[in-house]
């Protein structure tokens, strides 16, 4: 049995998530924001097993970039030594990406 990642969250990633949540709670109903959590909460316990789930970034070495479902786009690092995944951004897909 491989050895899961731990997944941390950098406050972008937190407040990207926050704002799509959020943006959902006043748009969609009760039920498709469950469906929301439930569906990244699946993901992100994939990605714990599978870190290399999405595409490498071109820029950046252990960087990975891609869509969590149709609707959001999350970039995270790999750090293999101390076997963690930092998310680094959480953003809907139709927003432009932030400049760093």
């Known amino acids: 049995m491989a050895i ?4 941390i969250w ?3 990633a937190e407040q ?3 704002r799509i949540v959020k943006h959902l709670e006043e748009k969609w109903t009760d039920r498709e924001v ?3 959590v ?4 699946s993901f992100f316990n994939t990605l714990k097993k599978t870190p290399n789930l999405l595409q490498p970034a071109r820029a950046r ?3 990975y970039r891609g869509p969590i479902n149709n609707l959001t786009i999350l970039t995270y690092r790999i ?3 101390k076997r963690v995944i930092e998310l680094v951004n959480i953003r809907g897909a139709r927003q432009k990406p932030l400049k760093k």
């Open 34 to 36: 469950k469906n929301f």
């Open 16 to 18: 990207g998530y926050d």
């Open 10 to 12: 950098s406050k972008r």
């Open 4 to 7: 899961e990642f731990e997944l």
């Open 79 to 81: 750090k293999p030594r």
């Open 38 to 41: 439930q569906e990244t909460n």
């Open 61 to 63: 070495k252990n960087m």
